[in-house]
């Protein structure tokens, strides 16, 4: 089984995901309350944010929300379309192996809906990628097999090409670098951040 190809997004994937208001996955007060929440909990927690990468930033919907929250950080945009990095900018990379080329880590890394499209060899390699990318902490959002067991999954609005990885193999992956603290955010365990015992998920 192979990760999912370069081409599948092209400017048809995201005119049907992303720009079609009929089948668009974008909420924008969605997008407003997790930003809010990710931004506010990482103030909460003190962890101090200059540096942010966006792995898989797709349209850019998180600049916004780092922009409002952290008004003193970078915000840098990774994205594996070729169309999407020619109207947008970003730079081409894969959450697999991208590298930034001044070698340093980033205090804050956003990693939304990507890893679902990842063969299980590629996810595990991204998963250590993201330990390396971060010092700080990351944020993770990508549905699960049980998400479909459950029948939460809304099927109109879901690419049927992600595969259906269990959580407890993102969680696997991502305990090696991180400590769970979350609603999708982890805290590298690089940070130099105190936590009380009941704000860390044990498993």
């Known amino acids: ?41 990482l103030q909460y927690v003190r962890v101090p944010v200059q540096r942010v990468l966006d792995v898989g930033c797709g349209i850019g919907l998180w600049r916004d929300a780092i922009a409002q929250h952290f008004p003193q950080a970078s915000y840098h945009g990774v994205e594996y379309s070729d169309y999407l990095c020619q109207r947008y900018g970003w730079e081409r990379g894969s959450v697999v192996d991208y590298a930034p080329a001044d070698g340093q880590p980033f205090d804050l890394v956003i990693c939304q809906g990507v890893l679902p499209y990842l063969s299980p060899a590629d996810l595990k390699l991204a998963l250590a990628n993201l330990a390396r990318l971060s010092r700080g902490a990351l944020y993770v959002e990508a549905v699960a097999r049980e998400d479909y067991e459950r029948d939460i999954i809304d099927d109109e609005l879901t690419d049927p090409r992600l595969y259906r ?39």
Request: hydrophobic content about 40%.
């Open 165 to 203: 990885h269990r959580a407890e193999l993102y969680r696997r992956g991502l305990a090696q670098g991180f400590t769970e603290l979350g609603g999708g955010v982890w805290l590298s365990q690089r940070a130099d951040v105190p936590l009380f015992a009941l704000e860390a998920l044990q498993h």
């Open 1 to 41: 089984m192979q990760s999912a190809d370069r081409q599948w997004f092209d400017e048809a994937y995201y005119q049907r995901f992303y720009f079609d208001k009929k089948t668009s996955v974008v909420d924008p007060a969605h997008a407003a309350r997790l930003g809010a929440f990710v931004c506010s909990y």
